[in-house]
């Protein structure tokens, strides 16, 4: 009789051996295709910043009729060779048939040069490249043949968008594997700290691994269907952002599946529990972060547009790989997955205490933190909402205006060295001219405005073969006309990627347009101001939509208007602070010279859609805490029963976004920053004091207009605190 109830008690055996086994089989077959796609994601990654532009950018327009003035597409590379002192003939001499063991690489049409500078000092190539050809490997044989051919003693550089580009694809090469070694090394640690198990950290590092490579193969999809444009730096995040997700959800599915082993024998009916349990608070937060970053569609600005799919994709199998395989794993393990620390049974008079002030049955860090916020709720939220306001004003010293290419890449470029040796001795803006398509009726008018603009050093008129119009003798006398348009080359007086440059530009729309309304002005300066103030409108637009979307979800989940909107925020102070903390350590003590456009969008993006997904554990929990025990007792037992792993899920988040920072490119070293520390900001503080202390100030009316909870046990804890009853006071 007695093995008839244990047999009748147990799970069948499709539940609890073959749906896992099918899970975890799926998953093997997922990653099966999708590990090795990770290496083929060069295939379908550019980080050309004009591919990225709006298609309503000036700078767009103006590359589109540049590319009717010319066969082929190509990229150029300047090729600069210096010297301490002035060249001698026979140096000159050997720099001249340098000329012609370039031209015998064939990487584009014909190469420009020598020049020699004024100074007599130093000579520049300008090499075209075909963009068919990989460009990273051109430029390496460039410079392998500069340097072999150089006169001696000269110093050679190979810079110029070509090598400014293949130096920033060099600096993106430890994205596939610096990168995730150093992310999944740091989360191992943290997880082995946390659960103090062999197994349990390895399990929960093959969820997010899973889940990674199955993104991968989603994204490398739409990429080659040419639904997404994927670069270097969505690539990066999206490593960083799906281990990190996948372990926090995995974190609170652990948490819960634990709780169940304290309650049953039966490791599949704890499984079924924790799954119950921690479906609602896991589907609400990935689908807060998913569609937060889908409202990047409405960027204008396509790199930004591109990261939403791509980040998403990523949140999405996270989630469906936290509520898979994990469960399946956990099935299949039961209480081993903990050895050597298993959880034991707790009697059952012992499970769930009857709870008159919240603390009860709770020890250490987080009854301490419980019985700060029931003794002093409005101190701690006020101190903390004033802390935060103090943090915040140091946003006002944030330089997000884009900063210059060459301070973008961080380690050692040859191409940025290059950059400085041709501002020492020629016009820095050698190589990389602003373009001016005009009207062929008004070309002279146009040219000469040109000519007269502040900042720049030469200009002139296209003619048929790229040739310039120079009115030397034997000199072509047409411009090349296309479709009624002449094209006119300007070199500018300060680096292509300067912020002098920027406004030199600014200054010469202006002018040309006084005399050709029509007229447009591009070039690679021009794709950086256009694409450094589209980034900044977009961030107008999208901070108001995220926020609306992020605010209804909190609604629907915790079917109440004050707390989602107060939950909203908090979130939205604490990545203020962040950001003002940022532009702190930015400028005065890493000494960066700015920061790109777009860092306060993804910064905010991923901020505000992560702080929100530790309110939403904690909150879910405290509404259901709530519905049993009364809304001040629910808010300190919430907290207690959750700080442990929402705070190990914040470690673990601001780790591997930490982990950006081993990229040497300035962009992501400022994301990996702002999103460690916001995150570490939103959990130890906003998480813990803030809305936890303004949720018991508030009390049952934080639920409104809903009424969860025991409004008598409400009552009872008010005035054991010494507090009167908000509901006396409300129908005074």
Sequence with gaps: ??????????????????????????????????????????????????????????????????????????????????????????????????????????????????????????VQFI????????????????????????????????????????????????????????????????????YRSLLLPI????????????????????????WIQLNGQSQGILSILVIGAA??????????????LTHTTNRTAAVLTAWKASFEPILASGATVIIALLCLLFSDLNSNKALGPVAAAGILCALFAALTLLPALMALFGRAAFWPFRPKLVPADQREPELVSGLEGQKGLWRA???????????????????????????LQLKANGVPQTDVILSASNAVDGQDALARHFDAGSGSPAVVVADQGKAQEVLDAVKASDGVGEAYLLAQGSVPITGAPGAPSAPDVREGKVLINATLNNAADSLE?????????????????????????ATALDTNTT?????????????????????????????????????????????????????????????????????????????VDYNIFLMSRVREESLKHGTRPGILRGLGVTGGVITSAGVVLAATFAALGVIPIMFLVQLAFIVAFGVLLDTVLVRSLLVPALAYDI?????????????????????????????EVATR
């Excluded at 990168?179 to 082995?192: C, E, K, N, R, T």
């Excluded at 701690?380 to 004033?386: D, G, K, Q, R, T």
């Excluded at 006084?514 to 007229?519: F, I, L, N, S």
């Excluded at 009316?701 to 908000?726: C, S, T, Y």
């Design 1 to 122: 009789m007695k093995s008839h109830s244990h047999a009748k008690g147990r799970a069948p055996f499709w539940l609890r051996w073959l749906v896992p086994l099918l899970l975890v089989l799926t998953w093997l077959a997922l990653a099966g295709v999708g590990g090795p796609t990770f290496g083929r994601l060069d295939e379908v990654s550019s980080n050309d910043q004009a591919s990225f532009l709006p298609a309503s950018a000036e700078a767009t327009a103006a590359q589109d009729w540049q590319s009717k003035f010319r066969d082929s597409d190509e990229v150029p590379g300047v090729i600069v060779l210096e010297s301490d002192q002035a060249l001698s003939r026979a140096q000159l001499g050997e720099a001249a048939t340098l000329r012609t063991e370039l031209e015998e690489l064939q990487v584009g049409s014909a190469v420009i040069g020598p020049i020699p500078s004024e100074d007599g000092r130093a």
């Design 501 to 525: 440059a920027e406004e030199t530009v600014k200054a010469l729309r202006t002018g040309v347009r006084g005399v050709d309304p029509g007229a447009l002005v591009g070039g690679v300066t």
């Design 247 to 260: 372990t926090d959800y995995a974190l609170l599915f652990v948490a819960r599946f634990r709780e169940a």
């Design 203 to 226: 399990v929960v590092l093959l969820t997010s691994v899973f889940a990674l490579c199955a993104a991968i193969l989603l994204v490398f999809g739409m990429a080659k269907a040419g």
């Design 699 to 727: 009390g049952p009316r934080i639920w409104w207009p809903g009424r969860p909870g025991r409004p008598a046990l409400d009552a009872a804890v008010q005035r054991g605190a010494g507090m009167e009853p908000l509901e």
């Design 369 to 395: 933190t419980g019985s700060l916020v029931s003794r002093r709720p409005r101190t701690v939220w006020v101190a903390s909402v004033l802390l935060l306001v103090v943090a915040a004003g140091g946003v």
């Design 535 to 611: 980034a900044q409108h977009d961030l107008m637009v999208i901070i108001p939509v995220v926020l609306g979307v992020i605010l209804l979800i909190l609604m629907l989940l915790l079917r109440s208007i004050v707390a989602p909107v107060l939950l909203v925020l908090s979130v939205v102070l604490s990545y203020a602070a962040a950001m003002g903390v940022s532009a702190f350590v930015f400028n005065n003590i890493l000494g960066f010279p700015g920061a790109d456009a777009t860092v306060p969008l993804f910064g905010f993006v991923f901020l505000v859609a992560l702080g």
């Design 127 to 194: 090499v075209p490249i075909d963009s068919s050809q990989e460009v990273k490997e051109v430029v390496q044989d460039l410079r392998d043949t500069v340097a072999e051919s150089a006169p001696e003693g000269i110093r050679t550089y190979v810079t110029g968008p070509a090598g400014l580009a293949a130096d920033l694809t060099a600096a993106f090469a430890g994205i596939d594997g610096i990168l995730l070694l150093v992310a999944l090394g740091a989360v191992f640690v943290i997880l082995l700290v946390v």
